[in-house]
T-cell receptor, first 110, second 118 residues
Framework: SQKIEQNSEALNIQEGKTATLTCNYT??????LQWYRQDPGRGPVFLLL?????KEKRKERLKVTFDTTLKQSLFHITASQPADSATYLC?????????FGKGTRLHILP | GAVVSQHPSRVICKSGTSVKIECRSL??????MFWYRQFPKQSLMLMAT?????????EQGVEKDKFLINHASLTLSTLTVTSAHPEDSSFYIC??????????????FGNGTRLTVT
């Protein structure tokens, strides 16, 4: 069955450093991958979309890569700030389905 | 734009009672809305796809008689948890995509409803 793994349940990063989150998947060939941010007690908020024929996307301090050979996406936040602390979800989509990972709780330490 | 509103944000009910959760698209019309459930430290699990004017499509393992979905207008879908039990306690979230966007366009989520069944 399709499986998504996000590297760790929680990640602590010092303010100002780059935070790198990993999303690995198996038994699936997604047409696209999305990253969402979720704050406690709130719904997810869309951040970035990357399609299967794209290697990298950037938006301000965010960068996402997509390696369909490794079946992996990396999500980077540069110059991290305490306000970036949240849970980040990766989601894989294709046809009419989209499936979500469990998320990684990111803590940016001041 | 593309705001999805969900109500209530929290609800506590007694075992055996029913609870209705509303999901509204405030600035766009949504022929399709999606209902998810999220347990602590778990991923969002799709429960059902709500279709305006027709029956909802339920995911495998989701009881359609227990989780009643009504999508009576282009801006409102409701999820009713019938005969709720403590194991139904969870975070329920709805989402929708504005019309005319690509099939890989982002989902817009409501802020969720925390259901606690005592």
């Amino acid at each position: 069955s399709q499986k998504i793994e996000q590297n760790s349940e929680a990640l602590n990063i010092q303010e100002g450093k780059t935070a790198t989150l990993t999303c690995n998947y198996t038994n699936y060939s997604p047409a696209y991958l999305q990253w969402y941010r979720q704050d406690p007690g709130r719904g997810p908020v869309f951040l970035l979309l990357i399609r299967e024929n794209e290697k990298e996307k950037r938006k301000e301090r965010l960068k996402v890569t997509f390696d369909t050979t490794l079946k992996q996406s990396l999500f980077h936040i540069t110059a991290s700030q305490p306000a970036d602390s949240a849970t980040y979800l990766c989601a894989l989509g294709g046809d009419d389905k989209i499936i979500f990972g469990k998320g990684t709780r990111l803590h940016i330490l001041p | 734009g593309a705001v999805v509103s969900q109500h209530p944000s929290r609800v506590i009910c007694k075992s055996g009672t029913s609870v209705k959760i509303e999901c509204r698209s405030l600035d766009f019309q949504a022929t399709t809305m999606f209902w998810y459930r999220q347990f602590p430290k778990q991923s969002l699990m799709l429960m059902a796809t709500s279709n305006e004017g027709s029956k909802a499509t339920y995911e495998q393992g989701v009881e359609k008689d227990k989780f009643l979905i009504n999508h009576a207008s282009l801006t409102l879908s409701t999820l009713t948890v019938t005969s709720a039990h403590p194991e139904d306690s969870s975070f329920y979230i709805c989402s929708a995509r504005p019309p005319g966007q690509g099939w890989d366009s982002p989902l817009h989520f409501g802020n969720g409803t925390r259901l606690t069944v005592t």
